[in-house]
C-alpha cells in the first residue's frame, strides 16, 4: 500500500515529502531491493553474465 499510495499522491499532483511514515519508508526500500534484484537476476540467467 505504501509504494500505491505514493504513487496515488504523485498522480494527484501532491508534492514530495520526505516525512514518510515507516511503513511507506520501508515499503519503498523493499520496492527499490526487489528492483535491483530482479534486474540483478534477469541479467545473470537470461543474458548469461
Known amino acids: 500500500m505504501g509504494i500505491?499510495?505514493?504513487v496515488a499522491g504523485?498522480?494527484?499532483g501532491?508534492?514530495?515529502t520526505?516525512?514518510?511514515a515507516?511503513?511507506?519508508?520501508?515499503?519503498l526500500?523493499?520496492?527499490?531491493?526487489?528492483?535491483?534484484?530482479?534486474s540483478w537476476?534477469?541479467?545473470v540467467f537470461?543474458?548469461?553474465n
Open 18 to 20: 520526505p516525512r514518510l
Open 29 to 38: 526500500a523493499a520496492g527499490v531491493v526487489a528492483a535491483i534484484l530482479f
Open 14 to 16: 501532491r508534492t514530495w
Open 4 to 6: 500505491g499510495g505514493l
Open 22 to 27: 515507516r511503513t511507506q519508508r520501508r515499503a
Open 46 to 48: 537470461v543474458l548469461g
Open 41 to 43: 537476476a534477469l541479467k
Open 10 to 12: 504523485a498522480v494527484a
